[in-house]
């Protein structure tokens, strides 16, 4: 997950820092927050962590605040540091190269790339020595969104007025992924296992951690897509920016998937159990009895459902899982999709970090090298974001 050190200063549009902070979390971006004495004039410092779900950091010489979290730390830890509200005060500051409080003393530290959003009067954003402080950190760098032109809060019009939350959060966004392409776009993934019941105690079940279809989530995500996780049972944390909908069996997931319906896209990374017992036991089966033959009923085809719903989503993705005749299978697959992703299973992948898999298409089958499944699924988004846009 991506971090973003968030400094806000002395000015009214303080309050415009914590729609940004909210706006960030949604986009499963990690906020830090170093609030300046003059921002805490106009926001409180638990209205920050609230949305942040962090600590706020303020006083440069607090023994608590140096010894758990120290302002080298705060700054090296960042991948962006942004400054929204920045006023004149602050960008001299950070021009001069001064070091009197948390938030100078940071930006003297990070090596990360930095964006300030300014806020101030406009006859101060206009004077000189303003001028020439921004144009130095320009030169030393440093990005600026805004000011806009518009009616300031002291009842003057010009520039000098923060730019709204929304447009600093987007070009944030591009800063730490590039381009957003899949913005706009709405994506399905199934993940992990299915359970399914023999009695009120025990079910049937295989080894998927859910560790693809989590990785594929969060890649989409970061790309910009709407992502709606359907993840039957796993340990895993869902990527902060999902939709997720826990499900158990593979009717669940079905059902789940099509209530989802309409979407652009959908990856079935699901490890979908192919069959249910058609009555399972409404008491704990017990040993000294045995064990009946078994009656089983077939489960939804999840992939099959969705290839010939009415909705179908433009690009239909689907996961095979083999131990045997790898290719052979997955192609057999691709009558029920655009794409098929397949790997051997039978040498414990399930569960692991790594995988090696097989991409196929009608007109394609390529072998990619053994890589991490966060690897498999930023090159898979890679295709998806080709194919879609």
Not at 265 to 289: G, M, N
Not at 376 to 389: F, M, Q
Request: glycine residues 6%; contains cysteine.
């Amino acid at each position: 997950m991506p971090s973003v050190l968030l400094i806000i200063s002395g000015s009214i549009a303080a309050y415009k820092g914590l729609e940004l902070i909210r706006l960030l979390r949604t986009e499963n971006v990690r906020v830090r927050v170093i609030l300046t004495s003059g921002g805490a004039q106009f926001i409180t410092p638990l209205s920050c962590a609230a949305l942040s779900g962090e600590p706020v950091y303020s006083d440069l010489f607090s023994l608590t605040e140096e010894t758990e979290m120290g302002h080298i730390r705060l700054a090296r830890e960042a991948d962006l540091v942004v400054v929204a509200p920045a006023s004149a005060n602050l960008i001299a500051k950070a021009a001069q190269g001064r070091a009197d409080d948390l938030a100078s003393a940071t930006l003297l530290t990070t090596k990360a790339p930095l964006l300030m959003a300014p806020a101030m009067n406009v006859e101060m954003w206009q004077h000189p020595a303003t001028q020439a402080n921004v144009a130095l950190l320009k030169e030393r760098g440093v990005s600026f969104v805004g000011p806009e032109e518009g009616e300031l809060a002291c009842g003057e019009i010009g520039f000098g007025k923060m730019t709204e939350s929304v447009s600093i959060c987007a070009d944030i966004m591009e800063k730490l992924y590039g381009t957003r392409p899949l913005k706009g776009l709405k994506a399905l993934v199934t993940a992990g296992p299915t359970q399914e019941p023999l009695d009120p105690v025990r079910y049937f079940s295989n080894s998927s951690s859910g560790k693809q279809g989590y990785a594929i989530a969060e890649a989409l995500l970061q790309k910009g897509a709407r992502v709606i996780l359907i993840t039957g049972p796993s340990s895993l944390q869902a990527p902060t920016g999902t939709q997720l909908i826990p499900v158990q069996t593979a009717e669940e997931m079905w059902k789940a998937t099509e209530s989802h319906l309409p979407a652009d896209l959908a990856i079935c990374t699901a490890a979908v159990a192919d069959w249910r017992v058609a009555v399972p036991s409404p008491q704990k089966l017990k040993k000294e009895k045995g064990l009946s033959p078994l009656s089983l009923k077939p489960n939804p085809d999840i992939l099959a459902s969705l290839a010939h719903h009415k909705m179908r989503p433009r690009l239909l993705i689907g996961f095979a899982a083999e131990t045997e005749n790898v290719l052979e299978n997955a192609k057999a697959k691709l009558s029920k999709c655009d794409w098929i992703v397949a790997n051997d299973v039978s040498q414990g992948v399930f569960g692991s970090d790594n995988t090696k898999v097989h991409f196929l298409n009608p007109h394609v089958c390529e072998s990619w090298p053994s890589s991490s499944k966060k690897e498999v699924a930023t090159k898979l988004v890679s295709y998806v974001i080709g194919a879609l846009k």
